[in-house]
């Protein structure tokens, strides 16, 4: 047995411990060398670092805004802290859409005047070898690789929108001299029916907008005429919101107008003291937009305004704007009408008609109800909530303008084969949602808030005329999401509702299509309604940069091969 408590070692163990302890010093001198050569070697390596730094500087810093930057990193931020180094400007800004590569800091370019599409050595799909849209010139082919147009087609889902964009804030939307919130929330007040202007009221409304200061106050405590009129309000929050905004205007493809005209357009036909003193303001905006050297070089080609309510004559005729209705628009129905049914309603000027993209708008959902999640749990075929009579009982003429309610309403009602729980005045919610099929009929207008509020709620809407085709985009194929019945012609009517509804698959196919597509309406969560508009003027101005599909399976992503495009045959693919 070994014995551990001896305090002596042999001389055996004696000659062991020296040989461990030489061995021991030549490991740790062999140690200090091998330290001695690492650090000499880093040396020589930073020291050679630095002078070819010296000859070949490192890209200048990003001049992208903190708020666009961190907005990107929080969508993409492993990707942002991988590719961000050595990437261009422009590269940066479509991060989240494109797996750009490091590009030699020497091929990034600020936007230039020139119309030069075919620079060397730059392959940058939103570098400046895109041709900023000028005058005479309303489509613009774009010099770019399929390898590059790929990048950005299979972008991510969160936007379509490829090329930055500007916004005319602090020109604009901040500046006091064009929109004073605390007045336009005391105008929008006054502009409400059956407000009258006594000191009582004032008082009142006065200190309701003694807190409205700013833009967000009026979104956010949801200070509007009407929903209508909101419209406006929330393509000018999308386009703050959007990760796709530059604050640097020599990075912008396209640029953003934020337009708020619905008070002094309301107030110009029933309040004219009011509008008086909304006029300076109004005449500012478009002063605004004379002093900028953006809008100058291209005419408005490039830019983009929303007009949420609409006077006949007010923008085109009367002179009070003389720019802004040189841009491109989103107008709802009123000014958006064709110009062989409706010559006298279009906003933009004479000879802009051709050269302009004039967008329908769709309407803000003045409330929608909870989808089903099926058809399987849907209780009615059919239903439509709205009024049968005109609010205004002695007006002949607007109560005429209903009869295809009422005329539909009957016929549904006479059909025994068909449920419907509300064909009239009736609570919205759950009825709506209970359908499978939602009746898109005429009110004062062919346009209503009634269809975007039919798809949110997860139920296929259903056309009664062909000018309600008018009053949509026509860059959504209306065929995958809706139906077509003739209420004008009672057989063919009944005839197209009993083809729909006998027809299972397909319904359940468009039930599930408008459960997919039902973003694009929703104007009040997100920004998604604004990417579309923003992405159809791109493909109009930018034709190369066209995406090749959508997570959106009713959008057409070839919009804007024809500029003179109409949608004049949606209406009868259901017929």
């Not at 999308?238 to 020599?250: E, G, V, Y």
């Not at 309510?309 to 628009?329: A, D, I, R």
């Not at 791109?538 to 009713?554: E, G, M, N």
């Amino acid at each position: 047995m070994r014995n551990f408590s001896s305090s002596q070692p042999s001389s055996n163990a004696r000659s062991k411990n020296a040989m461990k302890q030489k061995i021991g010093h030549k490991h740790q001198h062999g140690f200090v060398n091998t330290m001695f050569q690492f650090i000499a070697v880093s040396l020589i390596v930073s020291i050679f670092q630095l002078c070819l730094i010296h000859h070949n500087p490192p890209p200048e810093p990003s001049i992208i805004d903190d708020d666009l930057l961190s907005q990107i990193k929080q969508q993409s931020r492993t990707q942002i802290e991988n590719e961000v180094q050595g990437s261009s400007v422009e590269e940066k800004i479509v991060m989240p859409m494109l797996s750009a590569k490091a590009k030699d800091p020497s091929t990034t370019r600020s936007r230039s005047r020139s119309t030069n599409v075919n620079e060397e050595n730059d392959h940058s799909p939103l570098s400046s070898s895109f041709s900023s849209p000028v005058e005479n010139s309303p489509v613009i082919s774009i010099s770019t690789t399929e390898t590059n147009r790929t990048s950005i087609s299979d972008s991510s889902p969160q936007h379509l929108l490829s090329v930055p964009f500007y916004l005319y804030e602090d020109e604009i939307l901040r500046n006091e001299s064009v929109y004073n919130f605390t007045d336009i929330c005391i105008g929008t007040q006054l502009m409400k029916p059956g407000v009258k202007a006594d000191q009582a009221n004032m008082t009142a409304i006065h200190q309701v907008c003694a807190t409205i200061t700013t833009f967000e106050d009026m979104v956010s405590e949801k200070v509007f005429i009407s929903f209508i009129e909101s419209t406006e309000f929330q393509f000018v929050r999308s386009a703050l919101d959007h990760p796709m905004r530059t604050k640097d205007p020599s990075k912008a493809k396209i640029f953003v107008v934020p337009t708020l005209l619905s008070l002094p357009i309301f107030s110009h036909q029933y309040n004219p003291a009011l509008f008086q003193k909304q006029l300076p303001y109004l005449q500012n905006l478009d002063e605004a937009l004379e002093k900028s050297e953006w809008f100058e070089h291209s005419n408005g080609a490039d830019h983009i305004v929303i007009i949420g309510v609409f006077l006949p004559g007010f923008l085109s005729h009367e002179g009070y704007l003389k720019h802004v209705p040189s841009c491109n628009v989103v107008q709802w129905f009123e000014g958006a009408g064709t110009p062989a049914q409706y010559p006298q309603r279009f906003f933009q000027k004479k000879e802009m008609k051709e050269k302009r993209v004039l967008f329908p708008n769709m309407y803000v959902s003045s409330g929608q109800c909870t989808p089903s999640s099926s058809t399987s749990t849907k209780t009615q075929n059919i239903t439509f909530i709205g009024s049968l009579e005109h609010k205004r009982k002695r007006c002949g003429e607007c109560n005429f303008r209903l009869r295809h309610r009422r005329d539909g309403c009957l016929t549904i009602a006479r059909r025994t084969n068909w449920t419907t729980a509300v064909c009239g005045n009736g609570d919205k919610c759950p009825n709506l949602s209970n359908a499978l099929l939602g009746m898109h009929f005429e009110g004062d207008t062919p346009s209503a808030s009634r269809l975007s509020e039919t798809i949110l709620s997860g139920t296929i809407p259903v056309f009664t005329t062909k000018e309600q085709y008018d009053s949509v985009p026509d860059f959504i194929d209306w065929d995958k999401i809706s139906y077509f019945a003739d209420v004008k012609n009672r057989t063919r009517f009944v005839e197209s509702l009993d083809l729909a509804l006998t027809n299972e698959t397909e319904i359940a196919l468009k039930t599930e299509n408008v459960m997919k597509n039902k973003a694009i309406f929703d104007w009040e969560n997100g920004y998604v309604t604004f990417d579309v508009y923003m992405y159809m003027l791109q493909s109009r101005l930018y034709p190369d940069t066209r995406a090749k599909s959508s997570h959106f399976s009713a959008l057409k992503m070839d919009y804007g091969h024809d500029a003179k495009e109409k949608q004049d045959g949606d209406a009868g693919k259901n017929e």
